[in-house]
């Protein structure tokens, strides 16, 4: 089992930032990949972004490249989404997932595929 915990979350005003951060702990040696995704009423979870467990390789959806940057700390094994120039279409609820799965050079970016999720984490922009 893999336990991930959000924070970070909040209230910011259009073109500002906030900073998620996921913390991992339990068989975290099992996890290929790390996503985060976004939820808003009514729909299903969208992918944002994701990084190799190990580092290195990262992906983004259209909608955010350029401005979302995710990334890896080893030591303390969390994964970070730093989100830049806030729009109010970024309000979500932010869940972080783990895929276990190798697929080559691939992301998963449907969030069936991912097998651990942790609570998310509220992000409102107001314009």
């Known amino acids: 089992q893999v336990q991930l915990v959000e924070s970070g979350g909040g209230l910011v005003q259009a073109g500002g930032s906030l900073r998620l951060s996921c913390a991992a702990s339990g068989s975290i040696f099992s996890i290929n990949t790390m996503g985060w995704f976004r939820q808003t009423p009514g729909k299903e979870r969208d992918f944002v972004a994701g990084i190799r467990w190990s580092g290195g390789s990262t992906a983004y959806s259209d909608s955010v490249k350029g401005r979302f940057t995710i990334s890896r700390d080893n030591a303390k094994n969390t994964v970070d989404l730093q989100m830049n120039s806030l729009k109010p279409e970024d309000t979500g609820v932010y869940y972080c997932?783990?895929?276990?799965?190798?697929?080559?050079?691939?992301?998963?970016?449907?969030?069936?595929?991912?097998?651990?999720w942790g609570q998310g984490t509220q992000v409102t922009v107001s314009s």
């Open positions: 997932a783990a895929d276990r799965r190798w697929r080559g050079s691939n992301f998963a970016r449907a969030s069936p595929a991912y097998d651990y």
